[in-house]
């Protein structure tokens, strides 16, 4: 068990950078107690959140990019993750997301 305290010090160090986040997560996330928290929060936390229906899009791992990087992770059963160095890679998350996010909120 990873516990809460390495999510809340991200968010912590994130907001204290002044770096802005926009999140798409599965309903069931939604439903967890930490989640609901932060959820809450969104705006202190400079957080945008969308929640997507966890049938139509079921959503097992995290996915985050920076521009350069992606780092692919899930904590459940077997930890796992995979960081790519590879902005083209990056590029091309971030637009995936965009298109989802823009699909929730145009």
Request: aromatic letters at 12%; zero cysteines.
């Amino acid at each position: 068990n990873y516990g809460e305290k390495p999510f809340d010090d991200y968010i912590m160090r994130r907001v204290a950078l002044k770096i802005h986040a926009r999140t798409i997560v599965p309903g069931t996330m939604s439903e967890h107690p930490w989640f609901k928290k932060h959820l809450e929060n969104d705006a202190s936390e400079l957080r945008q959140t969308i929640i997507v229906s966890p049938e139509t899009y079921p959503v097992e791992a995290t996915l985050l990019t920076d521009g350069e990087r992606v780092l692919i992770y899930d904590i459940q059963g077997v930890p796992f993750g995979v960081l790519i160095y590879n902005p083209h890679i990056a590029q091309s998350f971030i637009s995936l997301h965009r298109i989802a996010w823009d699909r929730y909120t145009l």
